[in-house]
């Protein structure tokens, strides 16, 4: 069975960060493509980040990209998203996925709020 756990979420001030974790089981971690998408309240989803199995290809939506940096640890079967600079427009729900077969953890939420 394929889970996928989100967690690192929280409310922030303009200009602050947040590292999300997520762990991944049930598959061989190192074999997939991950990525970092987010539901902004009332939009729909939008992909933020995406990073291969060995970790070597890397990318960004313009609107993350300087801001954003995606990893992972494939010893660990954990990517992570780590977050600068949030402004307002960062506030959304944040999901991890296996976009091969649509596995989508439940998400963290991530409030940037002055």
């Known amino acids: 069975q394929v889970t996928l756990v989100e967690s690192g979420g929280g409310t922030v001030q303009p200009g602050g960060s947040l590292k999300l974790s997520c762990v991944a089981s049930?598959?061989?971690?190192?074999?997939?493509?991950l990525r970092w998408v987010r539901q902004p309240p009332g939009k729909n989803l939008e992909w933020v980040s995406g990073?291969?199995?060995?970790?070597?290809?890397?990318s960004y939506a313009a609107s993350v990209r300087g801001r954003f940096t995606i990893s992972r640890d494939n010893a660990k079967n954990t990517v992570y998203l780590e977050m600068n600079d949030l402004r307002p427009e960062d506030t959304a729900v944040y999901y991890c996925?296996?976009?091969?077969?649509?596995?989508r953890g439940q998400g963290t939420r991530v409030t940037v709020s002055s």
């Open positions: 996925e296996r976009p091969d077969e649509n596995y």
């Open positions: 990073i291969n199995g060995d970790g070597r290809s890397i």
């Open positions: 049930g598959f061989t971690f190192r074999n997939y493509l």
